[in-house]
């Protein structure tokens, strides 16, 4: 199994962008997605979470920020990010979890003040 993800870029404060993690190799549908960050010097955080049934989980620093959405089809996972901080700056990993955890390479978002 292998986790891509995409989306991440500069933006400035306030703007929004949407990442989105494919998974490939994987014939099963996974119980949890969600996405994590790493800021440069700190510990790798949750951000939010999806379980198979549709139930999310934010960390309270993205809540009423960020969406996270899944197309179990497709095994994909989204994180609209809108009202983009500066703070949110970090390198956004997918995480799939059957059994397991599957992790994503990571894609860096950088917001500019």
């Known amino acids: 199994v292998q986790l891509q993800a995409s989306g991440g870029g500069l933006v400035q404060a306030g703007g929004s962008l949407r990442l989105s993690c494919a998974a490939s190799?994987?014939?099963?549908?996974?119980?949890?997605m969600g996405w994590y960050r790493q800021a440069p010097g700190k510990q790798r955080e949750l951000v939010a979470v999806?379980?198979?049934?549709?139930?999310?989980n934010y960390a309270d620093f993205v809540k009423g920020r960020f969406t996270i959405s899944k197309d179990n089809g497709k095994n994909t996972v989204y994180l609209q990010m809108n009202s983009l901080k500066p703070e949110d700056t970090a390198v956004y990993y997918c995480?799939?979890?059957?059994?397991?955890?599957?992790w994503g390479q990571g894609t860096l978002v950088t917001v500019s003040s």
């Open positions: 995480s799939f979890r059957y059994y397991g955890d599957y």
């Open positions: 190799g994987s014939p099963f549908t996974f119980n949890r």
């Open positions: 999806i379980m198979s049934g549709g139930i999310t």
